[in-house]
Nanobody, 125 residues
Framework: QVQLVESGGGLVQAGGSLRLSCAASGRPFSTYAMGWFRQAPGKEREFVAVINWTGANTYYADSVKGRSTISRDNTKNTVYLQMNSLQPEDTAVYYC??????????????????WGQGTQVTVSS
């Protein structure tokens, strides 16, 4: 089992940047594929990005591709989501998720067993 804690959310103006972090504890971090999802009010949780256990492979939703970068530091048990050129439509609660022995094919929320509590990102226009 793994415990996940997100941080780094906040209020930013359109065009700005944020870096979200997700710290993991418990089972060895390097055995998990890590994903980022987001959920806006009244909407379903949606996939944002995923990274495999080594960090060599990543995959992004079209909505963030080219503006966001997912990365991980297995020595720090942490996964990151760097988001640039933020827009009001990026406003949501952002969650990190973990799947044991997963890979970048895991893009559905149901693919993940472990979730953090979320961090709010608000982008003002």
């Amino acid at each position: 089992q793994v415990q996940l804690v997100e941080s780094g959310g906040g209020l930013v103006q359109a065009g700005g940047s944020l870096r979200l972090s997700c710290a993991a504890s418990g089972r060895p971090f390097s055995t998990y594929a890590m994903g980022w999802f987001r959920q806006a009010p009244g909407k379903e949780r949606e996939f944002v990005a995923v990274i495999n256990w080594t960090g060599a492979n990543t995959y992004y939703a079209d909505s963030v591709k080219g503006r966001s970068t997912i990365s991980r530091d297995n020595t720090k048990n942490t996964v990151y989501l760097q988001m640039n050129s933020l827009q009001p439509e990026d406003t949501a609660v952002y969650y990190c998720a973990a799947r044991l022995f997963g890979d970048i094919r895991q893009v559905r929320a149901n693919d993940y067993a472990y979730w953090g509590q979320g961090t709010q990102v608000t982008v003002s226009s």
